[in-house]
T-cell receptor, first 113, second 115 residues
Framework: NAGVTQTPKFRILKIGQSMTLQCTQD?????MYWYRQDPGMGLKLIYY???????DKGEVPNGYNVSRSTTEDFPLRLELAAPSQTSVYFC????????????FGPGTRLTVT | AQKITQTQPGMFVQEKEAVTLDCTYD???????LFWYKQPSSGEMIFLIY??????QNATEGRYSLNFQKARKSANLVISASQLGDSAMYFC????????????FGKGTRLHILP
């Protein structure tokens, strides 16, 4: 089991560029989440998905899009990158069932200049 | 209104002492889960412990225990016999099962263990 994998680990974008952050889990988890963590802060939920074909907005969805065509993959798309999107992005998944801890990916450190 | 409140932005504790990290939550959902995560300076998020709203006993995992006081809506993390490696950020989180399945995090507490 690789758990939750994220690519890339680091990325520098210019303002206005677009990119996709990849997230894959091999644990057959239905629930997947994208968070951002700004320096010295907690995690804010961007988008989440409770299963393939279903996505919902979190606390800070503006400027991002997601899709969930398979159980394993949950990519996060940034369109027209802005400096305010400089952050560390974490993908997480959680086992089916009521109350279980999330498994987190290692994070993607994104800088927009 | 904040769903998860961690009132201690930072704490300094002597090695080998017990530590209590505070967490209060706000929900009207009768079915929910509470979680604690550790984030060392390396940046990864490590799941420590969880407590279900219907669990009768406080959760324990090794040196970690969760002091769950449902009526007070608090879910404090207790670390016994602290070690230098416990220095990290600690986040409390909640998942409301009947609401929207989101998992929301508090702002965290930075714990420093002093030798």
């Amino acid at each position: 089991n690789a758990g939750v994998t994220q690519t890339p680990k680091f990325r520098i974008l210019k303002i206005g560029q677009s990119m996709t952050l990849q997230c894959t889990q091999d644990m057959n988890h239905n629930y997947m989440y994208w968070y951002r963590q700004d320096p010295g802060m907690g995690l804010k939920l961007i988008y989440y998905s409770v299963g393939a074909g279903i996505t919902d907005k979190g606390e800070v969805p503006n400027g991002y899009n997601v899709s969930r065509s398979t159980t394993e993959d949950f990519p996060l798309r940034l369109e027209l990158a802005a400096p305010s999107q400089t952050s560390v992005y974490f993908c997480a998944s959680v086992q089916n069932g009521p109350l279980n801890g999330q498994y987190f990916g290692p994070g993607t450190r994104l800088t927009v200049t | 209104a904040q769903k998860i409140t961690q009132t201690q932005p930072g704490m300094f504790v002597q090695e080998k002492e017990a530590v209590t990290l505070d967490c209060t939550y706000d929900t009207s959902d009768p079915s929910y889960g509470l979680f604690w995560y550790k984030q060392p300076s390396s940046g990864e998020m490590i799941f420590l412990i969880y407590q279900g709203s219907y669990d009768q006993q406080n959760a324990t995992e090794g040196r970690y225990s969760l002091n769950f006081q449902k009526a007070r809506k608090s879910a404090n993390l207790v670390i016994s016999a602290s070690q230098l490696g416990d220095s990290a950020m600690y986040f409390c989180a909640m998942r409301e099962m009947n609401r929207d399945d989101k998992i929301i995090f508090g702002k965290g507490t930075r714990l420093h263990i002093l030798p």
